[in-house]
Structures are given as structure tokens and as C-alpha cells.
């Protein structure tokens, strides 16, 4: 019985690593180029990793996924490869037609890739969550603003700054996305570390200013991987929603419940929960 049970915690973190192991092989053999295969099964060796401490118990098991993939994506490949893997990035490869780095990741993590793990992105590797998910607002203490509406107005502006450049066709455009990707991930950090203070919420950015939670919460509506509720073994007693960053219902097994799109996958809910409900 307690093998079937160790069997069993292998599962999911399995199924994760063969998804990013797929996408690995996939674009190395299509794009005949060995980092892709060193890449993603990085991250999905990573990311599974994280799941796996989780399944057995470990108490920072997420954390150590944040930060394995985290700083590979933001010092390794943004500031020692000088690739801009924010929004801004994604619109210039995107604009001068090619697919990879920032295109390639943004169709993997947050376009298409949703519909398989939601916004578990967002839990397990934002490099911008990973040093918010270190202060100490990590229970939302004060009651949620409807400022959602701001998340589309830094998309907007990001599209229109990579237009703008393109329009006036300004030279250097690689040095000009680096610069960039500097100066955007200092004011996200900065606006974040502000907002999660002055909200007493660590996740507040990701509430309503993080621009790529726009491609993330359509997709996230039909993940194929979500939390859910065994009302047989719920008594209702309310300690999964106290301890939900992103203030999900997640006793509601409904695509349409509160916050549905928000989930992160963090998984403290299933820590909370007394009954072992979800």
C-alpha cells in the first residue's frame, strides 16, 4: 500500500516533466538547435522537481522551484545572454517574424501552455513573483481593489513602445530591448515591493499591473490542470480561501468561480485543508 502510495506522488510530477521534455525535443530536432533541449528540460526538470517536494511533503518545495527557474530565466538568459524576455521582448521577435527566445517562451508559458497547467507559471517560475513571494504580506490582509483594469493598460503601453520603435525605426534595437528588459524588471520589482506594502499583499502586482496575466487568465479558464473540491470530505470551514494569495474560490469547482483564472497552483490550499478535500 505504501509503495502504490509513493507510486502515485510520482505521477504528476511526471506527467510535468515529460510535457516540457516533449517541447524540448520538439523544437531542438525542428529548429536544429541543441539549447532548446538543454532549455526547457531544464525548466521542466525544475519545475517537476518543485512538485515533487511538494508531493512529499517539503515546506519550501515551490520555492525551490521559483528559484532554479527564476534566476536561470532572469541572470542567465537575460542578463549574461542579454535576451529581453519580458512582454517587450515577445513584441519585438514577434514584429521582426522570428520565433524563438522570448516568442518561443511566451507560446510555451503563457499563450498556449496555460491550457494544460493554468497560471502555474506564475507560481512555480515568474522571476518577478519569486522575490515577492519572499515578503511578508503572503495571506492578503486587506480587502481586494477592483484595479484589474491596469493589467491592460501596461499591455497596451508595452505593444505601443516596441511599435513606436519599429515605426520610427530606431537603430540598435537589440541594445534598446536590453536596456529595457533592465529598466522594466527594476520598476516591476520596485512598483511590486511598494504595492505589496502599501495593500499588505504580496501578490498585488500580479493582481493588476503584470501585463501578461492578459494572455494568461483567457487561457487559464480552460486549463486541463486544476484544483478541485471532494464536496463528500468538505466541512466548509473556510481555511483553504484564508490562506489563497490570489483569494480563489476554490471549494466552487465551477470554471466560472470567484477568481477562477487567478489560481497559481501554489498549492497551499491542499496544505490547509484538514480533510484532505482537494
Known amino acids: 500500500m505504501g509503495e502504490l502510495k509513493g507510486i502515485k506522488k510520482l505521477v504528476l510530477p511526471g506527467i510535468m516533466w515529460l510535457f516540457f521534455e516533449i517541447i524540448a525535443v520538439t ?4 529548429q536544429k538547435n541543441l539549447f532548446y533541449l538543454i532549455n526547457f528540460s531544464y525548466i521542466g526538470t525544475s519545475v517537476a522537481t518543485g512538485v515533487l517536494l511538494f508531493q512529499f511533503h ?17 541572470v542567465y538568459l537575460g542578463l549574461v545572454c542579454n535576451e529581453n524576455m519580458q512582454i517587450e521582448g515577445f513584441w519585438y521577435y514577434l514584429f521582426t517574424g522570428v520565433f524563438e527566445a522570448a516568442t518561443i517562451h511566451y507560446a510555451v508559458a503563457k499563450i498556449f501552455g496555460p491550457l494544460f497547467f493554468g497560471r ?21 490582509q486587506k480587502p481586494r481593489k477592483k484595479w ?11 505593444l505601443v513602445f516596441v511599435s513606436a520603435l519599429f515605426l520610427a525605426q530606431v537603430k540598435n534595437m537589440e541594445k534598446i530591448m ?19 506594502f502599501v495593500l499588505k499583499d504580496n501578490r498585488a ?19 486541463l ?14 481555511k483553504c480561501k484564508k490562506v489563497c494569495p490570489m483569494e480563489v474560490d476554490i471549494t466552487d469547482n465551477s470554471r466560472k468561480r470567484k477568481n477562477g483564472t487567478e489560481c497559481i497552483l501554489c498549492l497551499e490550499c491542499t496544505k490547509a485543508c484538514p480533510k484532505n478535500a482537494l
Open 205 to 223: 502586482f500580479c493582481k493588476y499591473i503584470c501585463p501578461v496575466t492578459v494572455f494568461l487568465k483567457p487561457m487559464s479558464y480552460f486549463s
Open 148 to 158: 484589474g483594469f491596469i493589467r491592460y493598460i501596461t499591455f497596451v503601453l508595452s
Open 178 to 196: 536590453f536596456q529595457a528588459f533592465l529598466i522594466g524588471n527594476i520598476l516591476y520589482y520596485i512598483t511590486g515591493i511598494v504595492l505589496a
Open 225 to 238: 490542470l486544476r484544483i478541485k473540491c471532494d464536496k463528500s470530505k468538505c466541512v466548509s470551514c473556510g
Open 58 to 74: 517539503y515546506k519550501h518545495a515551490r520555492r525551490v522551484a521559483q528559484l532554479l527557474v527564476g534566476t536561470y530565466m532572469f
Open 120 to 140: 502555474g507559471w506564475c507560481g512555480f517560475a515568474c522571476w518577478t513573483a519569486m522575490i515577492l513571494d519572499l515578503l511578508p504580506y503572503r495571506i492578503p
Open 27 to 30: 523544437l531542438w530536432r525542428s
